[in-house]
């Protein structure tokens, strides 16, 4: 780009630098995640080489999963590189925790499934046993104090 040094961005270039769309780098400046960026003498938004950076670390955190608390809390700590990275750890530790429950209600979903599935003697609707299964846990649960 002439005029522009190699450090320098337009949000076109930064949303295909990293892949994240317009509107969400947008959005990550209005929530406070991304610094507001410089502007030209055209008042056109200037992203720099630690706007990429920090928008990578977004990127990759959301990936991973993590909720945008704990990208706020990450990024503040990331901010002060000599403190301790015991806080970082036991985010990650928090929501790995997380990821270890989701899989245990994933795998308990996937047996019952398969449960279902292989009671199918693939007679009628009537006579379906995910059918009856459903309707079963349905009645159960209707029925149970919680509700």
Same mark, same amino acid.
């Given at each position: ?11 076109? $270039?930064? %949303? =295909? #630098?990293? @892949?994240?769309?317009?509107?969400? +780098? /947008? ?7 991304? *610094? &507001? ?21 977004? $990127?990759? %955190? =959301? #990936?991973? @999963?993590?909720?945008?608390?704990? +990208? /706020? ?7 002060? *590189? &000599? ?21 245990? $209600? ?42």
């Amino acid at each position: 780009m002439p005029g522009k040094s190699p450090q320098s961005f337009t949000i076109g $270039r930064l %949303s =295909r #630098e990293t @892949g994240c769309k317009i509107p969400t +780098i /947008r959005y990550y400046e209005q929530i406070g995640l991304l *610094p &507001e960026p410089g502007r030209s003498a055209g008042n056109q938004r200037v992203y720099g080489q630690q706007h990429l950076s920090r928008l990578a670390f977004i $990127r990759h %955190s =959301r #990936e991973l @999963g993590f909720s945008q608390a704990e +990208i /706020r809390q990450l990024l503040n700590l990331a901010d002060h *590189p &000599e403190q301790p990275c015991a806080e970082v750890n036991a985010i990650a530790q928090r929501h790995l925790d997380e990821v270890n429950r989701r899989i245990e $209600r994933l795998e308990s979903l996937k047996a019952e499934l398969e449960r279902m599935v292989h009671a199918c003697q693939g007679g009628k609707v009537g006579d379906c046993r995910v059918i009856d299964t459903l309707a079963d846990l349905a009645h159960s649960q209707c029925l149970s104090p919680k509700h």
